[in-house]
């Protein structure tokens, strides 16, 4: 299985972007996906995560209400919308899948396989 995160960009803040996360393979549906970012100096931290069929989800505090992660399993895809971003936003984004057992954690320990990262940066 391999991942591919894009849609990473430019944008000030108050605007929006959409990330993009390919996986390959024939089991994606089997995975728990989720978006983790990792600003410059700091360590790596959940973002925002979604159940196997797409029908549950959770996020971090400090994205609740301004981003939605969705999946398309029919694509081999899932994605996250970050709309209202800020400046604090900014960071390299993850994108990550796990087993069932990954679920309702927000440790990257339980997530098996990466994506490269794309880079978000908000200006003020």
């Known amino acids: 299985v391999q991942l591919q995160a894009s849609g990473g960009g430019l944008v000030q803040a108050g605007g929006s972007l959409r990330l993009s996360c390919v996986v390959s393979g024939r089991t994606f549906s089997s995975y728990v996906m989720a978006w983790f970012r990792q600003a410059s100096g700091k360590e790596r931290e959940f973002v925002a995560a979604?159940?196997?069929?797409?029908?549950?989800?959770y996020y971090a505090d400090s994205v609740l209400g301004r981003f939605t992660i969705s999946r398309d399993n029919a694509k081999n895809t899932v994605y996250l919308q970050m709309s209202s971003l800020r400046p604090e936003d900014t960071a390299v984004y993850y994108c990550?899948?796990?087993?069932?057992?990954?679920?309702?954690?927000?440790?990257?320990?339980?997530?098996?396989?990466w994506g490269q990262g794309t880079q978000v940066t908000v200006s003020s």
């Open positions: 990550a899948a796990g087993a069932a057992t990954a679920w309702g954690t927000r440790l990257r320990d339980n997530y098996e396989v």
């Open positions: 979604i159940s196997m069929g797409g029908g549950s989800t």
